[in-house]
């Protein structure tokens, strides 16, 4: 009996562990393995070219570009394993403005594209429905923190109060980590880490209360009068706005280099201690040669859907995107291209040249099944005809048999043209094979 409770409480335990470490890699436990604070060191300047006022760029560090890095995959923001598990309908498509017929026949549930300064925008769906707007809200919070002209070279620490407690995303950057405020901003801008965007807020002057509601006047001052913002990050679905005020902030985020900078960086590699990570943009248009990104955010929680805003240069014009409530990033990119080819900037290079090679690799394909066919068919065809030539002549070794003795035998001749037989009378006798 001692022995099946033993076992009882075994499998009780390791079950517990099971789930424990499920939970763990699907992302509905955050990642985070505590420890001693880790100052980073950067491998590239936080701010490329020319640092603008305040901005302290790290020192690059030749060991740490030769270390081997721990890929910070490129997920959709904020995304956990609860969401595959418990899948559920964004705000837009549950009213069903993803229905919404457009010119261009878009995935996106709202839409507006416009020439900053123009009267009418270029293209508009659903552009005034208030929708949560997920990481986009790290514009707005880059924003407010310039404006504060806090010291960048300045130390953060990311604490336990930067966890995400509402949805528990995943993210890379443990508790102890130690990294500086111009760090911690291109984080938030290019990949949308959220622990990073909170611990800008927790240390600006008066915590996260103050920080947000700066955030809240500064988009009354920019009339975005249907915007609001709960929280820094955008992981509230509480942060809301439209396209049309999402416009608007994409126009005035684009007027600080520095937020143009850390938006459209491509990738960047950073050391905590011995722990190296590689961070990517979340927005793969910025690795695309055939795009001039000049600012982006990205930006996605399930009742947001997939969103993303930029400022871009198409056809020679200065252009303002925003995608809001996509169902997945592949929709927000398509989206994207064809919008872009639709205003003339012609189809992407990267899906052109993709699509050349598909149309090579299959023409080989079947130039190689063609020559391989007619090869089997000469071989087939040397076969038939050789065993056609062999058939006489084995017939013919066939008939040319010794006759026995007192045996007359009737030998027979074959043409080996036409391959038809030619009987042909012989008669021999034993008496007169004797005589001779």
């Known amino acids: 009996m001692n022995s099946k409770k033993v076992l009882g409480t ?63 995959h490129e997920t959709p923001d904020s995304e956990s394993g609860l969401d595959a598990l418990i899948p559920r309908q964004s705000v837009g498509h549950a009213a069903g403005l993803d229905k919404t017929p457009d010119p261009l026949k878009l995935g996106s549930s709202a839409v507006l594209v416009l020439e900053p300064g123009a009267a009418k925008p270029l293209l508009a769906k659903n552009e005034n429905a208030v929708l949560p707007m997920a990481s986009v809200t790290k514009l707005m919070t880059g924003m407010v923190l310039m404006d504060q002209q806090l010291p960048m070279d300045e130390t953060l620490t990311i604490t336990e109060d930067d966890m995400d407690r509402e949805r528990h995303s995943r993210s890379r950057l443990r508790v102890g980590s130690v990294l500086t405020r111009a760090d911690a901003l291109q984080l938030a801008l290019m990949s949308s880490e959220n622990r990073a965007a909170h611990a800008l807020a927790r240390t600006a002057p008066g915590g996260v209360n103050a920080f947000v509601a700066a955030m809240n006047r500064k988009a009354k001052a920019l009339g975005m009068n249907t915007t609001s913002y709960s929280d820094p990050t955008g992981l509230s679905n509480k942060n809301q706005s439209t396209a049309h005020d999402l416009a608007a902030l994409v126009i005035a985020a684009s007027a600080y280099p520095v937020l143009r900078e850390y938006s459209t960086t491509p990738e960047r590699r950073i050391a905590f201690g011995s722990r190296v990570l590689q961070y990517r943009n979340s927005d793969p248009l910025v690795r695309n040669a055939g795009w001039d990104v000049q600012l982006q955010k990205t930006g996605y929680i399930v009742e947001a859907g997939h969103c993303v805003v930029l400022r871009t240069r198409i056809a020679e014009r200065d252009l303002v995107m925003v995608l809001l409530d996509a169902s997945s990033n592949r929709v927000r990119s398509a989206d994207a291209q064809r919008i872009r080819a639709w205003l003339g900037g012609g189809p992407d290079p990267a ?22 066919a007619g090869k089997t068919e000469k071989t087939a065809a040397k076969g038939t005809k050789s065993s056609k030539a062999e058939k006489p002549e084995k017939q013919a070794k066939a008939g040319r048999k010794t006759a026995k003795p007192g045996e007359t035998r009737v030998a027979k001749t074959f043409d080996g043209k036409s391959g038809k037989q030619a009987p042909k009378q012989a008669r021999r006798k034993d008496t007169d094979r004797a005589a001779s």
């Open 351 to 372: 899906v052109a040249a993709a699509r050349t090679e598909r149309k090579k690799q299959a023409a080989a394909a079947k130039a190689d099944k063609a020559e391989k």
């Open 10 to 72: 075994a499998l009780a335990a390791a079950l517990v562990v099971g789930a424990g470490a499920f939970a763990w890699r699907s992302g509905l436990l955050p990642v985070d393995m505590g420890g001693k604070p880790q100052a980073s060191t950067a491998t590239t300047p936080a701010t490329p070219g020319a640092p603008s006022a305040g901005a302290a760029a790290p020192t690059a560090s030749s060991a740490v570009a030769a270390a081997p890095a721990e890929e910070v």
